[in-house]
């Protein structure tokens, strides 16, 4: 039923992955009809050994967390991912991506085209809380800056 290859092969696919999203996928995969703590710790057992959880996200391996840059699109019917949904990560790439694009954005501008990148319409407060905290681990990280209301790459 949890299927060792099948898990790693999953993650390979997924990674970077918000954990929850990972394990309603496998319950699907697995035929469970819910997200349970049970079904979580069935999750963390058969994750594969080089598997990393940091902040709530899945990666491959720590290699991966390293190396990785990007963002993924949403990709056919079912590929949307709620603002929670979207590791951290991937949505300072996104931001990034937008700068280097137009140089320097209004904080709300910057918000709204980051969450259109992932098929997100409207800033609601999840996805302005999910926006603020990926600028404001960039701006921590020195990956951009603020000024005012605006914000740019570093120069």
Do not use: Y
């Not at 709300?108 to 999910?130: H, M, N, P, W, Y």
Request: some cysteine.
């Amino acid at each position: 039923m949890s299927d060792p290859a099948a898990v790693a092969s999953a993650l390979s696919v997924e990674a970077p992955v918000e954990f929850d999203r990972f394990a309603r996928l496998l319950a699907d995969l697995w035929e469970v009809g819910r997200v349970t703590d049970r079904l979580r710790e069935r999750v963390r057992a058969a994750l594969p050994e080089a598997a990393l959880a940091e902040n709530g996200v899945l990666w491959k391996d720590a290699s991966q967390r390293d190396s990785f840059r990007g963002f993924r699109i949403p990709q056919g019917e079912g590929g949307e991912r709620s603002a929670d949904e979207l590791p951290l990560e991937e949505v300072m790439q996104a931001m990034v991506w937008m700068l280097r694009q137009h140089h320097a954005l209004a904080v709300d501008d910057l918000a709204r085209e980051t969450a259109r990148c992932f098929g997100i319409k409207r800033l609601g407060s999840v996805v302005r809380q999910v926006m603020e905290a990926a600028l404001s681990r960039l701006i921590t990280d020195g990956e951009c800056e603020i000024e005012g209301a605006t914000v740019r790459l570093p120069s």
